[in-house]
């Protein structure tokens, strides 16, 4: 059926989500508000959305200058993409490796990989702390990416990936005269894109998002990726100028709101299948 | 008892007509076979039947019942679905216990947990056990009632289908492809006891399938569909030996039909290279028609005989029967002869050989693919 | 035409060839796997066993004294008050936002599934804070719920209710954050329970409904439910664990505060380990959070293995 009848049920089930949707909304609408009202009117603490005096350039000039705004989305798109790039330069021939390839350990490293799906960031920060403050690389990029530089959730999903790929395909490729390295670049990546793609959804999001290991390893305002920057934002501004602070979530939010509204679909997959999988 | 009647039915899904203007009455007791290529309408056509599909146009009706408005748990039919739907969570006991704990218990009686605390449960539950247990030792399964689909077989699963279709008695059963499933022997024998179940429960039975052998040898009367339209509805011995349609006779019987293009001449004859072959068609001289006859219908001849030339191509010996494969006209048409084995030792591949069809066994269909009549008296007034 | 003969060869040589090229296959095994085995090693496997033998010792931080203590660290776990808030507060969060969260999800799912149109404009607006920078939505969720200026406070005063300090009364904090819990994740909750709703089978349905089971209630307990089980059991633990590792609403908004009431897991971990530098009572917390997650792991897969798969 095409069009669905008016019944007392499907009003109630639109109700039922239309005021869902109004909860969920709310606090995005509120946002984009408050970051256009001035500080008086914010403090009236009346419904109203449009504001009477728009305060919008003075909000978001504060939200660009107290903190170094673009550097610090420029700190999470450089994590972000050399989180991702070694993730998956690392996870790919791995997984094509213990998916195709017969060699001693491989059983035990498949379990290993199964294990490390259980221990989360936060079990093995204390040591890797310990390491980084040792070597005095703390406040760089490459202590924001060090311990996410393997993805074991990758290497899984992959890996399931992989299996379903059929060996014929493989075989094919070796009595082409290929060799093994060149499998994976010529057949295996090019035919992986689906699960490298939702992989990478995945990926950008959780660490785009991620303030628990930047707050650790972060002290100096311009390393901070945008999560840190906006805490470090609202200790400069001593919390209560509301229409900046929110400017500045507005603006740190943006990017990935914006990526997700413009492929829905397939963030929504990507995430689905990663969590599925996961 | 009561027959099935589904009349005028269209059905489409914006442009795309899957069904037009289907009109079939199945007797009461009668078992009926739709048959047709994937995408002909007969899936839609069956779910129209159980309610699960709405026609545009036309009606449903259940003897003197018009159930075209009604729920599918209202029209008292049963189904068994292609991939048998069987409830992976259930037992086969408590699969075909489903539709009498939906008819038979209340809505606080089904409740996970509480409902079997309810009173007066306890005897319809004993009574559903007995039935259940009577079905399922009429199909052999009493000894799979413990097991869920997942420990079973493809034939005992396919059973247990059974089973729930036939738990509650329903005034007509569908089955949609119920035996695509199951491997070439187990299909030929659950056929037989498809058949064998039909007759004992006399249930008026629309069954779906794309496999005109099994139509042909299990149902009292057979529908070819073909692009949403019923090109026939009759006996399979009619379907076969007296096709209504060139598509009809093209889908039905292995080998296929022998089909050659002709064109009426002035005298109401059909030539096949440079031959008469039919007289006394029943078309306007010049009309373009398609003459069919069956490769049972061929004899084979050697050089030189009465008949038309054609060399032999391949030959496949199938056991009971042997299949002659002619080349015609030089490479532009071929045939295909189905002989007894002890006839085709005469032949070899590239012999020479002659074709005869007795004119009784060839068809004449018309450029919209309808029948043409071939009439003895026009024949004769031919000769003469 | 001729028959082709196989050259018998030399069964040593063959076997001999077998073995050389199992050995190359090893070999390209291990070099693809060697980084990915090398990281995995230096990253997950020896930080792992690290934070266990570091919770086994007194070591802070900036002194160089290292001492084994034995099981020292978690006897004093025992008698830390702020860590017995801390996992009791956490509990109550857990216990909060994982039935809300899968509930709502699983409401919103079959809500959607149901609805023909604007199907994908709600699909949209429920995942959106699966998306949204967890620290910045916090911080609106803040202002939302702030106690003089917040609208929700503004919207209660409208029907002549004084609304609560929300994150700022010891009552109300951990409900509060809950809540912002539970906003966060039913979007990401509905999408997986979208994707089992897809994967139930048609001909289940419509088999359903020739069995009788005319009212979408019916139909919901003899299909839908028990065709959901594994993705309502994976949904259920993720959403235990995503609760347990609750972090960033509370770095961000309370602090653990006010006076302990919304002091969870991870904050505590997080202050312990890396603001007081005790890096070895903060691993035998890590220690006691890694077993917690385990234990639940555990636990899905045996509920897996036993009820919900029926191949």
Known sequence: MTTQAWTLARALRLAFLSAGALIFLAPYVWMLSTAMKPREEIFSSSLTLIPERWAAVENFSKAFTRVPMLQLLMNGVIVCAVILVVQVLVALPCAYALAKLRFPGARLMIAGIMLGLLVPIHATALPIYVALSGAGVLNTYFALAAPFMISVFAIFLFLQFFRAMPDDLINAARLDGMSELAIVLRVIVPNAWPAITAFSIFSVVAHWNDLFWPQIVVTETAMAPPPLGLIFFRAAEAGDDYGALMAATVVVTVPLLAAFLLAQRRFIEGITLTGLKG | MSGLALRGISKAYGDNHILRDVTIEAKPGEFV?????????K?????????????????????ERDMTAMRPSERDIAMVFQSYALYPHLTAGQNIAVPLAMRDLTVWQRLPWIGSLLPGQRVIRADIQRRVFETARSLKIDQLLDRKPAQMSGGQRQRVALGRALVRSPAAFLMDEPLSNLDANLRVHTRSEIVELHRRAGVTTLYVTHD??????????????????????DTPEAIYGNPAHVEVARFIG????????????????????????????????????????RPEAIKLGGPGQAGLGASVQRIEFLGSETLVFLEFARGEASLVAKLAPAEATFFRPGQAVTIAVASGEVLVFGADGSRLSVSPAMRMAANG | MDSIALPAGN?????EAGAVARRSEALAGWRLAGPALALLALLILLPTIGVVALSLTD????????????????????????????????LTYTVIVTPLSVLLGLGAALLIETEVRGRALFRTIYFLPVVSLLVAMATVWQYLLHPTIGPVNALLRLIGID???????????LISLALIGVWQAVGFNMVLFLAGLTAIPRELYAAAEIDRATTAWDRFWLVTWPMLGPTTLFVVTISVINAVKVFETVSTVTQGGPNRASEVLLWTIYQEGFVYL??????????????????????????????????
């Open chain 3, 278 to 311: 005790r890096v070895g009572y903060a691993s035998a917390m890590t220690v006691v959070f890694l077993a917690i997650l385990m234990i639940l792991m555990v636990l899905q897969y045996r509920a897996l293995d036993r009820r919900v798969h029926y191949t």
């Open chain 3, 11 to 15: 069964p040593a040589r063959a076997s």
């Open chain 3, 59 to 90: 070591f802070e931080l900036g002194y160089d004294n290292i001492h084994f203590v034995g099981l020292d660290n978690y006897l004093e776990l025992l008698e830390d008050r702020t860590f017995l808030i801390s996992l009791g507060n956490t």
């Open chain 3, 163 to 173: 609304g609560p300090n929300w994150l700022g009364g010891s009552d109300t904090v």
């Open chain 2, 212 to 233: 005109q052998a099994e139509a042909l040898s299990m149902a009292d009367r057979v529908a070819v569909m073909m692009g949403g339209r019923l090109l026939q509805f």
């Open chain 2, 43 to 63: 899936t839609t056509l069956l779910r129209i039947a159980a309610g699960l599909d709405h026609p545009d146009r036309g009606g449903v009706w259940l003897g």
């Open chain 2, 254 to 293: 292995s080998p296929q039909i022998n089909l050659l293009a002709g064109e009426v001449d002035a005298a109401h004859g059909i030539r096949i290279g440079g031959r008469l072959f039919v007289e006394g068609v029943g078309a306007t001289p010049g009309t373009r028609v398609t003459i069919g006859f």
């Open chain 2, 33 to 41: 076979a739709l048959v047709g290529p994937s995408g002909c309408g």
